[in-house]
T-cell receptor, first 112, second 114 residues
Framework: AQSVTQPDIHITVSEGASLELRCNYSYGATPYLFWYVQSPGQGLQLLLKYFSGDTLVQGIKGFEAEFKRSQSSFNLRKPSVHWSDAAEYFCAVVGGAQKLVFGQGTRLTINP | EAQVTQNPRYLITVTGKKLTVTCSQNMNHEYMSWYRQDPGLGLRQIYYSMNVEATDKGDVPEGYKVSRKEKRNFPLILESPSPNQTSLYFC?????????????FGPGTRLTVL
């Protein structure tokens, strides 16, 4: 069965520092991969997605992610974080029956 | 404005008292889904609907019911809520059921069952 692992439950970075959130997936075929962000008290918003083609995908709010098939990873990056990036981030893969399977989430805290 | 709305946003109830959480989308989407979010578990799918009168179980359907009589509405029904259903619930919709479609999420309903 498809699965997604986000190894880091909670990450703290300083404002202006770079960020990388890890995501590993398990899926036999070429996956559809997503990153969603959940701001406090809000629903989930799509940051970016990968279906095929260029393995480096650009998203909203200055985020990017790189698909590495050899490592079964789809890590999310941002060169310089802002205080407004504090949120919970979810990686997801589309599995059987076209269903989204989510990782456990990574909570991001920004130090001023 | 294109959106998914849920009501209520917050609900505290007691064990066994039937409740309904409404979900409505104004984007003419065919696919709708309910998730619950619990700490350390991410989001898990409860039920989904491919279109009107077409619903199916997700990963954690026990204790829940849904209906899809109109395209825009997809209510979640808890016939006899129990404390283990205390959670944050999200409704989502997408244009069709294809996995490549972006899912749009409602703001969430925080349910506490005492």
């Amino acid at each position: 069965a498809q699965s997604v692992t986000q190894p880091d439950i909670h990450i703290t970075v300083s404002e202006g520092a770079s960020l990388e959130l890890r995501c590993n997936y398990s899926y036999g075929a070429t996956p559809y991969l997503f990153w969603y962000v959940q701001s406090p008290g809000q629903g989930l918003q799509l940051l970016l997605k990968y279906f095929s083609g260029d393995t480096l995908v650009q998203g909203i709010k200055g985020f990017e992610a790189e698909f590495k098939r050899s490592q079964s990873s789809f890590n999310l990056r941002k060169p310089s974080v802002h205080w407004s990036d504090a949120a919970e981030y979810f990686c997801a893969v589309v599995g059987g029956a076209q269903k989204l399977v989510f990782g456990q989430g990574t909570r991001l805290t920004i130090n001023p | 404005e294109a959106q998914v709305t849920q009501n209520p946003r917050y609900l505290i109830t007691v064990t066994g008292k039937k409740l309904t959480v409404t979900c409505s989308q104004n984007m003419n989407h065919e696919y709708m889904s309910w998730y619950r979010q619990d700490p350390g578990l991410g989001l898990r799918q409860i039920y989904y609907s491919m279109n009107v009168e077409a619903t199916d179980k997700g990963d954690v359907p026990e204790g829940y019911k849904v209906s899809r009589k109109e395209k825009r509405n997809f209510p979640l029904i808890l016939e006899s809520p129990s404390p283990n259903q205390t959670s944050l619930y999200f409704c989502a919709s997408s244009l069709t059921s294809g996995g490549y479609n972006e899912q749009f999420f409602g703001p969430g309903t925080r349910l506490t069952v005492l």
